[in-house]
């Protein structure tokens, strides 16, 4: 399968600095709807506004990219309006959980026929490296040069707690995994979840002596597991990946 089949060319070359994660995930969802066998025209894709977001640029599909943090909303609406089309929500860890936390926890609470894909890199990328509600205590970021003050969100334990009927966690590292986590989001019926822990070398790892895109990636691959290995036992701070939540549920 070639992922240049579902990219709109003339908007290239993209915006993702080098050593970005976000080309790792739009690949992935492109092999996910190839597998399940999707025609372009059965997608819809929806965003809001930060690094993330502009991948609704890039695919061609049917695509909408909306205002910050309100991607759910819009989202909510054509799915209400055309319930046969599949509905696709990429975005960041501050456009999903910042100003659009609100709309993230109804939107899992309604259990909303939608799949959300949150590419978790920790900061927000485009407007210039500020922390997120995702950034880890003690991690700088330019709203906080010595380190966050405040702890970050578990995003798996709060689409949990707020009803949504899949969830699940993965990294770019995993590439074959995440492919396979997105396909299995996409076709459950009900609000899915996937966090993507994704690498930002430019702000995150910069100013956190992280090294580039690929030691971003490393860390990845060493500072995670599979849910409920022997790993995790021996490891307990290791953050586990996987399908967390899988059920069936009154949908919107």
Same mark, same amino acid.
């Given at each position: ?53 502009? +991948? ?19 989202? %909510? ?65 330019? %709203?906080?040069?010595?380190?966050? %003050? ?66 971003? +990636? ?35």
């Amino acid at each position: 399968m070639a992922v240049k089949d579902y990219l709109r060319h003339r908007f290239f070359p993209h915006i993702w600095c080098p050593g970005c994660g976000h080309g790792i995930v739009m690949a992935g969802m492109i092999r996910a709807i190839e597998q399940i066998g999707l025609k372009k025209n059965e997608v819809v894709v929806v965003s809001g506004i930060g690094c993330s977001s502009r +991948m609704a640029g890039y695919l061609d599909f049917h695509t909408m990219h909306t205002l910050h943090g309100r991607a759910l909303a819009f989202a %909510t609406g054509v799915k209400l309006g055309r319930s046969d089309l599949t509905v696709i929500v990429p975005m960041g860890d501050g456009d999903a959980l910042a100003i659009g936390g609100n709309h993230f926890i109804h939107a899992a609470r309604r259990n909303i026929d939608l799949t959300a894909i949150v590419m978790n890199n920790r900061i927000y990328g485009m407007t210039g490296g500020q922390g997120s509600p995702m950034t880890p205590f003690g991690i700088r970021s330019t %709203t906080a040069p010595f380190g966050s %003050t405040d702890p970050a969100f578990d995003l798996v334990q709060l689409a949990t707690g707020a009803g949504a009927s899949f969830v699940a966690r993965t990294t770019t590292y995993h590439a074959r995994e995440m492919t396979k986590i997105i396909a299995q989001a996409i076709q459950h019926r009900g609000f899915s979840v996937v966090e993507v822990m994704s690498q930002c070398p430019i702000y995150y790892g910069r100013k956190n002596k992280l090294g580039d895109g690929v030691d971003i +990636m490393k860390g990845f691959r060493d500072e995670t597991t599979v849910i409920g290995s022997k790993k995790k036992e021996a490891h307990p701070d290791l953050i586990e990946r996987g399908v967390f939540v899988d059920k069936e549920g009154a949908v919107i």
